[in-house]
């Protein structure tokens, strides 16, 4: 005589397959995730606690894609940002003036200010 299959073992084939697409979908998410911000890897740089860090971490950001928008998150340290990112001082005026309106310091922004006069 053949066995029945019980609605026990149906469920549990259920429960396994679906925890399995589960899996696989939250693995493909992570990956897209990675790829996304590998782009230009802003979230990485975002989850940084120190301001230092994170501004040499969009310093480098804004080097190695020639992106010097990225110096907006830079804040004290746009300066080191400007010269790494733009080293022949291209920048568009406008892109300069976001950079330094981003400034949370209002002596520091007088300075970007004045850099970029000077520089640009």
């Given amino acids: 005589m053949g066995k029945k299959k019980s609605k026990h073992d149906d469920s549990k084939k259920f429960i396994l397959i679906f925890s399995a ?3 696989l979908g939250l693995i ?7 790829s996304g911000s590998e782009n230009y890897g802003d979230s990485s740089c975002d989850i940084i606690a120190d301001s230092q860090e994170r501004a040499d ?9 020639g992106n010097v928008g990225y110096c907006i998150n830079t804040n004290y340290w746009f300066e080191e940002c400007l010269d790494t990112a733009d080293p022949n001082h ?3 005026s406008e892109l300069l003036q ?12 007088v300075e970007c200010s004045e850099y970029v006069e000077e520089n640009y």
């Fill in 21 to 23: 697409l589960l899996l």
């Fill in 28 to 34: 493909a998410s992570y990956f897209f995730y990675i």
């Fill in 57 to 65: 971490c969009y310093t480098r950001l804004a080097a190695n894609t």
């Fill in 90 to 92: 291209a920048a568009d």
């Fill in 98 to 109: 976001e950079i330094c309106n981003a400034v949370t310091d209002s002596s520091k922004r």
